[in-house]
């Protein structure tokens, strides 16, 4: 799939794959040098613009690195990028950690990952059939 990009800033890097034909997400980069305090959430620009197709939607996803290491998460996960939207791409971060945490430019900041996606049509009914799992809710098939 071709998806066309917009570069905002010549300096930034586009997203690419770290292990062509093995990794599900691109890296999306930092635009621009951010400082995280703990418990604080930002904005990270990302100097793209993206043109996604109609029937396809753009996700946002954290890097277990970032997670893992350092308890840098993405905020929204999953960020959702619209197929009209058209703005640059922002990624929303936040700090778990109790450390500082910098973001210099062209820092690996998230993964996107474009998925099919389909319009659906709600037909409202009084009774919806049952299945094995019928109401059962959060936790109720126990803990193993």
Partial sequence: MKIKIKRMDEDVELPKYQHLGEDCGMDLKSRYDYELKPAEYKL????LKIAIPKGYGGFIYPRSGLALNNGITV???DGVIDPGYRGEVGVLLINHSDQ???IN???RIAQLIIHKTYQIEFIEV????Q????QG????????
């Fill in 44 to 47: 990270i620009k990302t100097g």
């Fill in 75 to 77: 905020l929204n996960a």
């Fill in 100 to 102: 500082i945490f910098k």
């Fill in 105 to 107: 430019k062209n820092d």
């Fill in 126 to 129: 009084n009774n919806l059939g």
């Fill in 131 to 134: 299945s094995l799992r019928d």
């Fill in 137 to 144: 809710g959060f936790g109720h098939t126990g803990r193993q």
